[in-house]
């Protein structure tokens, strides 16, 4: 299983950041990602949570300090799953990781086997 996760970059407070993460079809029609889901790592401190969403788009689980301000999308035509980050704050800042599995509404880290290399999202004041 091979994730690609691209779109991070460098964006003033306040400002907006698309980040997409693709796989082949035969990935994306998987069980394998039958859930999918963004972390993320700031500089020294430990890979967390952000968002994840079942393979039907409607299940969807945020980290409270996302809610409301990060949406996470998947568009199973284009085996691609979206975080659309808006009111991006400083303490966004961070490698943000895609990831994949088999376990439903699941926010911890060790039970997903599949990721994607990570994207930098760097937030300036």
């Known amino acids: 299983v091979q994730l690609q996760a691209f779109g991070g970059g460098l964006v003033q407070a306040g400002g907006s950041l698309r980040l997409s993460c693709e796989t082949s079809?035969?990935?994306?029609?998987?069980?394998?990602?039958?859930?999918m889901a963004w972390f993320r790592q700031a500089p020294g401190k430990e890979r967390e949570f952000v968002a994840s969403?079942?393979?039907?788009?409607?299940?969807?689980y945020y980290a409270d300090s996302v809610k409301g301000r990060f949406t996470i999308s998947r568009d199973n035509d284009k085996n691609t799953v979206y975080l659309q980050m808006n009111r991006l704050k400083p303490d966004d800042t961070g490698v943000y990781y895609c990831?994949?599995?088999?376990?439903?509404?699941?926010?911890?880290?060790?039970?997903?086997?599949?990721w994607g290399q990570g994207t930098q999202v760097t937030v300036s004041s």
């Open positions: 990831a994949a599995t088999t376990v439903p509404g699941t926010s911890e880290e060790r039970l997903y086997p599949y």
């Open positions: 079809r035969r990935t994306f029609t998987s069980y394998a990602t039958d859930s």
């Open positions: 969403i079942h393979r039907s788009g409607g299940s969807t």
